[in-house]
DNA sequence: CTGAAAGCGCTTACAG
DNA sequence: CTGAAAGCGCTTACAG
């Protein structure tokens, strides 16, 4: 045999129709069990495969999804947000056990999206994470929805999208984990992030925060705000150094994502600040590492895995017609010891 | 117009043939240039994409790779190695350069492998990554190399291998680490890892730990030896508890990843033993995260960039059937904080 | 339950 | 330089 079988192949052997070698291979009802069972020995025999490119030229989709994953141009190639890998990873899962196989796709935030996937009948439609600016993605995920192009976006829901997301309620998970500071007896919140609707996440965090100070009386101070908005341990670094050359006194440090807090963590401790005894820090999405940093992270968890089969899900109805809506996922705060509410474990007794 | 523009559509506005169409639209020599601006005019105007599926299942071939990703089926589902997925990243990367879409399919170690790719056409090689132990793995590699699969592994460089891999250094890696750490002074040094053929590269680590110690006249003591397979934290963790345990004394670890050495570092603190001052602690890997520990990690660099690249090259080699050999690239120590060997910042001072 | 036939949308010898 | 035609390997109405 030469070359790979294909489906005459194995209707030759079978002394069949290759209509029927197809048929049985799908397993439609049409064939007989004799019939069946003999064309999937055969088939197993010869290691017959269906040619998927002639399949899904047929049957005019793919069974495939496409992830772009956007990357910030001046981050160095290996360092992608573990957040966002965790939600490949869970991404991943959800298209395996539904049967779709996933293509993945990096994508420079300052060129063009390479998004013909659908068009060129590679995917049946896309799932975009990590866009960077939303006021500057937003003409392009507009052109997206005008072209009919099947996705779903991981973000925050924004008041007049036309197209349709999965994300948490940031606002919810910033009061949540502010009002833990508060109930630690801190006063003096710093916040490192991002407050305008270019990054509606990062905006949403700090309207948590703000809620969660207003309801215990105290005013949001403009001196506490430290804008950064790269999700990494450097900005984290720069920002937390900035906020102590500012002398405005702090006690505690709310960092919109663990990468950030843990650059500030670092920060701290070349500044001669003791993390929690002289400022607690918390972060944002419970990245694995973070029950690693020293001391563990208090943070607030996105249930990545559950948000995979939501994309997935969501992707999956838009693309077979049936309604579909933007979903918003609970923010769950994990306490550990760097908010300080948790008590020392044995190596500070060393 | 109904549904996607075709080459048909686009051939009938242009009023030449859809063979013409088809000829512009790769950039044939064939094509006079006039009829080739007029036909890619109206391929963008009518936002024509030509489709995949026709276009592979024609060309025998998809120009798409397809990176099997095996992971413990112990672990919960997001903790994936990061150094896996910084390889996973160059890799992405290293496809699109050379024109290649990228299928991710992460493997239960457990399971029969999903290697199918190549037979269906849905990707013209495979990229194996983490598929744990080698003895295990090994007779379905062979079996691959058997159908003809055209793959590359991600390992070491085993002596009568049939198959194609990809790996660092990891004998003359482990022996530059252990080098610098008895170049400190350390003489009782712990290795957490694994030194059997299941495991190569830990043991190819292992060998190098052996050899510098030997240069120094030391012989390695079987009781510093804590067998861990699994990279992750937990096990680095309970790996360094158990030597501590032991009360064999040691002054330093090696530990055959990161995030063992990361595990290690912190049951080192829980059991009251500082570091670097009474243990060092060196790492492999030199994930993003090394740096940001507490103190920040020593390790062994591997070149997750190049690595990427000179795996799809080879594929690429291979799948062109042109002859390609196996690579070992090298592993550089990176000297940080935990062994010792750099002044202690600012932060030790408060 | 099965087969003959059309057709998915391209690419590429072949002929001019 | 261009066109007519075959063919990649399937799936699925249509007819029996």
Redesign the interface.
């Known amino acids: 045999m030469k070359g790979?079988a294909t489906s005459f192949d194995i209707a030759y052997r079978a002394g069949v129709s290759q209509a029927t070698v197809s048929r049985a291979l799908r397993g439609s009802p049409l064939v007989s069990e004799e019939t069946r069972k003999r064309v999937l020995a055969i088939a197993k025999e010869l290691?017959y495969?269906?040619?998927?490119?002639?399949s899904?030229?047929r049957r005019q989709h793919?069974v495939?999804l496409a992830l772009l994953l956007f990357e910030d141009p001046t981050s160095d190639?290996?360092?992608?947000n573990?957040f966002f890998?965790?939600m490949l990873?869970?991404i991943?899962?959800a298209c395996?056990k539904r049967g779709y196989?996933?293509?993945?796709?990096?994508q420079q935030l300052s060129q063009d999206w390479h998004a013909?996937y659908q068009?060129?009948?590679?995917a049946d439609g896309l799932i975009l994470l990590g866009y960077g600016d939303y006021l500057t993605a937003r003409s392009r995920l507009e052109h997206l929805v005008d072209?009919g192009t099947h996705f779903v976006r991981w973000g925050a829901v924004v008041d007049d999208q036309r197209d349709i997301s999965v994300g948490c309620d940031n606002v919810q998970g910033g009061r949540a984990i502010v009002e833990h500071l508060l109930a630690q007896g801190r006063r003096r919140i710093g916040y490192i992030g991002h407050a305008s609707a270019h990054f509606p996440e990062f905006f949403d965090r700090y309207r948590g925060y703000c809620e969660a100070l207003r309801a215990a009386g105290l005013e949001p101070d403009e001196a506490l705000l430290v804008d950064a908005v790269d999700s990494t341990?450097v900005v984290g670094y720069n920002a937390a150094c900035e906020l102590v050359d500012r002398q405005v006194g702090f006690d505690a440090l709310f960092a919109a994502s663990d990468l950030q807090a843990?650059?500030a963590?670092?920060a701290l401790?070349?500044?001669?600040?003791?993390v929690p005894e002289q400022v607690a820090v918390v972060g944002f999405d419970d990245i694995?590492?973070a029950r690693?940093?020293?001391p563990p992270l208090t943070t607030v968890a996105q249930d990545?895995?559950r948000a995979g089969e939501v994309l997935v899900d969501t992707l999956l109805k838009i693309i077979k017609g049936e309604p579909a809506q933007s979903t918003l996922m609970p923010a769950l705060p994990v306490i550990r010891r760097s908010c300080g509410a948790v008590p020392p474990?044995?190596?500070q007794?060393?």
Do not use: Y
Not at 77 to 80: G, P, Q
Not at 269 to 274: Q, T
């Open positions: 790979r290691n495969k269906v040619d998927k490119n002639a899904n030229l793919s495939t190639d290996s360092m992608i573990p890998l965790s990873g869970s991943t899962h395996a196989d996933l293509l993945i796709s990096f013909d068009d060129t009948h590679k072209q341990e843990m650059g963590m670092r401790a070349d500044r001669g600040l003791a694995p590492m690693f940093a020293n990545t895995k474990g044995p190596e007794s060393a």
